[in-house]
């Protein structure tokens, strides 16, 4: 598919965000006064910003609070309610924190699940796609997961548990990456199923449907090299486990080598993104021989 720039940024933040607030919000990061009011800032900045950044992927952005009213059947629907209800339970501890009231962190644990809540629903908008194979399996709402929950512990601080958060991730990368490669062939999509004519015989196409590109053929049909996304594969593993590992286990302690990490593994995460967009098939490939 078309790695549009909004729809990238759109999830790297919000997951991001909502992962570090997570955090916030269970109490995992004693934090109080400015400190709290500015940890907090930040967190919500992420996740309001990269919920913006979805609105632009909209045909008519002025519409989005139509994105509100199919919560019966679309994950995207879901994911907005999620995102909003998840916002305003946060306030309260994000006020606790702040302005020192002390209350009982049973609320923010309630919140900080959440949070990881909202994040897979994110992921189901993909993962539900059966006419996109690699996306549709277990693996893509635990990567996405993983992504969250180890930007929000490097962004925290966690030491050891960021750690093993990274660790999990590369292991959800592997994952991701061996089976989607699978998903196609698995599946056994060719041709014949994507045009419905498979019971008649083989078919082949004589010809494409249009002589120029159309809004599925931008949309749904983006080529990359084998030999590229091996090299983005690398690069995604580098920057979002290799390098902000080492930086939490080598460097000494402190607020900018955290706020490095963090950064270098949200490069990661967007590079990953980018592929993760990049490397899918949709089906309706097949029907314009582009597969």
Known sequence: ??????????STLSGLGFGFLAFLAAGLVPVHGFHAFALWFVGYALAVGGLLFSTLHLGNPQRFLRA?????????SREAWAAVLTLLL??????SDWLGFDWPRLWGIGTA???????????????????IPRWNHWTTPALYLCFALTGGAVLAGQGWFAVACLLGLAAAL?????????????????IGSATGLGPI????????????????????????????????????????VVMPGLLLVLAPKGPAFL????LIHLAGAMTQRW?????????????????
């Open 1 to 10: 598919m078309n790695p549009a720039p909004s729809v990238i940024l759109f």
């Open 68 to 76: 509100f009213s199919q919560w019966r059947s679309s994950w995207l």
């Open 90 to 95: 946060l306030a309260p501890m994000a006020l």
């Open 113 to 131: 699940l959440m949070c990881l809540c909202t994040v897979f629903t994110t992921s189901m908008i993909y993962a539900q796609l059966k006419t």
């Open 174 to 190: 592997l994952a991701h990456w061996h089976f989607g490669d699978r998903r196609f062939a698995e599946v056994g999509a060719t």
């Open 201 to 240: 015989g083989a078919v082949k196409v004589f010809e494409h449907p249009h002589t120029g590109q159309n809004y599925l053929m931008r949309e749904m049909i983006h080529v990359i090299g084998r030999k590229h996304a091996r090299k983005l594969r690398v690069i995604s593993m580098l920057l979002a």
């Open 259 to 262: 706020l490095a990490a963090a």
């Open 275 to 291: 592929l993760f967009f990049a490397e899918a098939e949709h089906v309706v490939g097949l029907y314009y021989g582009q597969r």
